[in-house]
């Protein structure tokens, strides 16, 4: 059976543990490029021991941003700091993942320490897009529906920024279909009331985000991992549901998808999430058996004991730790000395007279 500090390979890349850095929004970025906060924070998370990296939501045109600081990868010249990032994430023994994203009807929003309120076009805002024009919730923009033209065109530059993902060097792709952001809201039936070949049944609701892994399949080498995260339930009987997630796991598998990191729920405010300790592992649980693919589990996972339970266990294959890696860095390799399982070069040599 498999434990924490066991190293998992997927396809080509071999990842030296089973944690990894959740996506994290740093809202930190100037006109989509990265900036040194962006070296120094996914830096230390590198040098703290986790075994792969994976950089916040990155926007795969100027509209899919989340907010005027998100991170960029629509330009060329995104590609230069991303790739001093990369490097600096290899040389620590860790792997860089990148997360591209589309950020649809909740796109054009403020950093959350200052306002999370729309910001206008006159203030550097855009016009929001979605599958229908349905506005997210109360205090948020009604989006432009987009046409089947402009949705093959966002798919376009899913395909660039798989391109550019690998100019910069990162090992992994993951592209973003959970959250309530674009991808998300064409499989929910709470946001997607198209009467189109995008909207409908289930074959129609899931169409765009195909399209979208064949379209960064063109780009993305068959030898790298590609990961997709979904929004496993809208935990709204209403919405995409667990079971929408197996079947959709089942057909990404098909397409050369090799893991779903499995997180839940955003797709509109005021749905009642039964958040716990562990509350989403079941959701990586049941897809990796019924859909017979790897998965990560993601969501207040703190304790090591309990993380290595899940990969004991067999309810996922890795997890992501967000919030706690803020907290303290450090975690993967304070936890690989709890659990005995420092070998040489868990900790850089740099600091070994810390631990
Ligand atoms: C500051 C912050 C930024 C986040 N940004 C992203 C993001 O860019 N992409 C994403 O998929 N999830 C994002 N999330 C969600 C996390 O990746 C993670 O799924 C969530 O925080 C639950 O994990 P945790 O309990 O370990 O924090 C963000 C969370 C935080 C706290």
């Known amino acids: 059976m498999p434990q924490l500090f066991d190293p998992l390979t997927i396809k080509s890349i071999t990842i030296k543990n089973r944690i990894g850095v959740s996506p994290m929004c740093q809202y930190s970025s100037e006109n989509g490029h990265a900036t040194d906060w962006h070296l120094v924070h996914l830096g230390t998370r590198a040098s703290g021991g986790a075994g792969m990296v994976m950089m916040e939501a990155t926007a795969v045109s100027p509209e899919g941003r989340i907010s005027p600081q998100d991170n960029g990868i629509y330009l060329d010249s995104h590609i230069p700091k991303l790739k001093q990032i990369t490097d600096f994430i290899k040389s620590q023994g860790s792997i860089p993942a990148l997360q591209i994203a589309h950020a649809g009807r909740k796109a054009s929003r403020g950093v959350p320490w200052i306002s999370e309120k729309h910001v206008p076009a006159s203030e550097g805002g855009w016009q929001i897009v979605g599958p229908s024009a349905v506005a997210f919730g109360d205090g948020y923009e009604v989006p432009h529906e ?15 920024a798989a391109k550019r993902t690998l100019a910069a060097g990162f090992q992994i792709l993951e592209i973003h279909a959970a959250h309530g952001y674009l991808l998300h809201s064409f ?20 169409r ?4 979208t892994v064949e379209a960064v399949k063109m780009e993305w ?7 997709v995260r979904l929004s496993c339930t809208d935990w709204d009987e209403r919405g995409w549901t667990l079971t929408d997630s197996i079947f959709l796991a089942i057909e990404l598998k098909k397409l050369g998808v090799d893991l779903i990191d499995c997180s839940s729920g955003a797709i509109a405010p005021n749905i009642k999430i039964p958040v716990k300790k562990h509350f989403q592992v079941p959701l990586a649980e049941e897809i990796k058996k019924k859909a017979n693919i790897a998965t990560a589990a993601v969501g207040l996972i703190t304790e090591p004991k309990a993380a290595n339970n899940v990969i004991h266990k067999e309810q996922a294959d890795m997890v992501l ?8 860095p450090y975690w993967p390799i304070q936890e690989a000395q ?13 600091y070994r007279r810390g631990f």
């Open 321 to 328: 730790l967000a919030r706690e890696l803020l907290r303290n």
């Open 208 to 211: 765009f985000l195909l399209e």
């Open 221 to 227: 080498p068959s030898n790298l991992p590609l990961f």
């Open 338 to 350: 709890y659990l005995n399982k420092v070998t040489p070069g868990v900790i850089p040599n740099q």
């Open 146 to 160: 987009l046409n089947s033209n402009e949705i093959s065109n966002i798919a376009s530059d899913f395909r660039l």
């Open 187 to 206: 499989l929910s039936p709470i946001s997607n009331h198209r009467t189109d070949s995008y909207g409908g049944s289930f074959e129609n609701r899931i």
